[in-house]
């Protein structure tokens, strides 16, 4: 087997998940994650299709389910908190739906006895000669692997290093984000209260059998400059953006300056015209975000992480032909995913009041229409827009 060293940035969903694998085909990973531990946070991820396939081939299948959030339908408020529509179970919450932050420690649980994981480093530099990469990290370490995958999310390093800047792949889809964690103060029981005015959305659900909650928020916007790693400017943002509106929102910014796994970024989706070049290659959000409105990240994740170290293992190692392979399997995929965006922002975040009162007609009417199930349709034919191989062992 050729190419056994594989050094892997980012330790969130696919980096873990990529490094299960690699171990299982005889491979040697070393996952370097830029924060000094697994890093929680998040909001809840659905898993679908081919992805929950992946994670019975890995033996997870249970762990998930147990930690599933066994969430119910979702109600979306008006100002004064009053019911105006339901969003059903199905639309909201996949298959099985389970915390980011709960899937991250299952990774990690998974892979730490058998994986090398650098925490609280990052790649600096990263020289590509014919038998390796010469990595630099952040720390002043220098090592030499044979492989480098990138699977360090949406504003990926190794993208960077490897392809150049960011704006050339990115494709804004016109919204911002913000998931917290926040007492569950409305004491909420497997469900969540969604309240919008036009263009932004401001929510809450329970989490963790209602122990806890998360709160949620979106703004249309046009793109913003701001520092991806700047919490405190992002946190300003939204207040800005949300000061003013009434419901809970006073209260859920209030507790915003209090949670622990404050997460803020865009809605985009990264569009590469390669995967892979030389013996780097992206995984994920890196090489292929599909954008949180499309709900299948974490699935592409999972599913990309097993197709990519099946074709290593097949390939006997050989970087060319396993990543084209990865590649031409992935593709379809990948695109059915990104489709499930478009229009969804819609949905969540109206544009005006006409929309809003459209909007939540429709879901009243929902239960009567023929086309109910059209929505879970479509999310379940991407989620299964894939033929998994068996790769063995
Ligand atoms: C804290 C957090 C919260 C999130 N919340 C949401 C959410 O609410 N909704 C949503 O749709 N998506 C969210 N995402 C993105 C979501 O997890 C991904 O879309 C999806 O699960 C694919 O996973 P990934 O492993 O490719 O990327 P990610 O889950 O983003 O993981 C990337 C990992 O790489 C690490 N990393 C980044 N840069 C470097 C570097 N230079 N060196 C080393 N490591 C690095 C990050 O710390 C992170 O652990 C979140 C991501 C994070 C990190």
Same mark, same amino acid.
């Given at each position: ?81 009053? &019911? ?31 994986? =090398? ?47 150049? /800047? ?9 919204? &911002? ?11 909420? =029981? ?36 701001? /520092? &991806?790693?700047? /919490? ?86 050989? &970087? =060319? ?73």
């Amino acid at each position: 087997m050729r190419n056994q060293t594989i050094l892997i940035s980012g330790g969130g969903i696919a980096g873990p998940a990529l490094a299960f694998w690699l171990r299982r085909f005889g491979f040697a990973p070393t996952v370097v994650e830029r924060a000094r531990g697994p890093r929680d946070g998040g909001q809840a991820v659905d898993f679908r299709g081919a992805a929950l396939e992946v994670t019975r081939r890995m033996g997870l299948y249970d762990a998930i389910h147990r930690a599933r959030t066994a969430m119910g339908a979702v109600s979306y408020v008006d100002g004064l908190g009053r &019911h105006r529509a339901t969003l059903p179970a199905e639309i909201m919450s996949g298959e099985v739906e389970i915390l980011r932050g709960d899937l991250v420690h299952i990774l990690h649980d998974a892979t730490r006895n058998d994986t =090398e994981y650098l925490f609280g480093d990052s790649i600096a530099a990263m020289d590509t000669g014919d038998d390796g990469v010469a990595v630099s990290f952040a720390s002043g370490a220098t090592r030499t692997f044979d492989l480098v995958v990138g699977a360090d999310g949406l504003h990926s390093n190794v993208r960077a290093l490897t392809f150049g /800047d960011e704006s050339q792949f990115s494709r804004y889809l016109g919204y &911002h984000l913000s998931i917290f964690s926040v007492p569950n103060f409305l004491g909420l =029981e497997y469900t969540g209260h969604f309240y919008n005015v036009p263009g932004k959305l401001a929510g809450m659900y329970s989490a963790r059998d209602n122990t806890e909650a998360r709160a949620l928020f979106y703004f249309a916007s046009p793109p913003l400059g701001y /520092d &991806h790693r700047d /919490d405190e400017q992002q946190k300003k943002i939204l207040e800005q953006r949300f000061a003013g509106e009434s419901w809970e929102v006073p209260r859920l910014l209030k507790e915003m300056r209090n949670a622990p796994d404050f997460y803020f970024d865009s809605t985009t989706q990264i569009r590469l015209p390669s995967y892979s070049r030389g013996r780097v290659a992206l995984l994920g959000d890196a090489g292929y975000c599909a954008s949180t409105l499309s709900g299948g990240g974490s699935g592409l994740a999972v599913v990309g992480a097993y197709v990519l170290a099946g074709e290593l293992a097949r390939a006997r190692g050989d &970087h =060319e032909t396993a990543f084209a392979r990865y590649e031409s399997r992935m593709r379809g995929y990948v695109d059915a995913n990104m489709k499930l965006a478009e229009g969804a922002g819609n949905w969540l975040v109206p544009p005006s009041g006409t929309w809003i009162r459209m909007r939540n007609l429709n879901y009243r009417l929902l239960p009567y229409m023929p086309w109910k199930g059209l929505i879970t349709k479509t999310a379940s034919q991407a989620a299964n827009a894939i033929e998994l191989e068996d790769y063995g062992p």
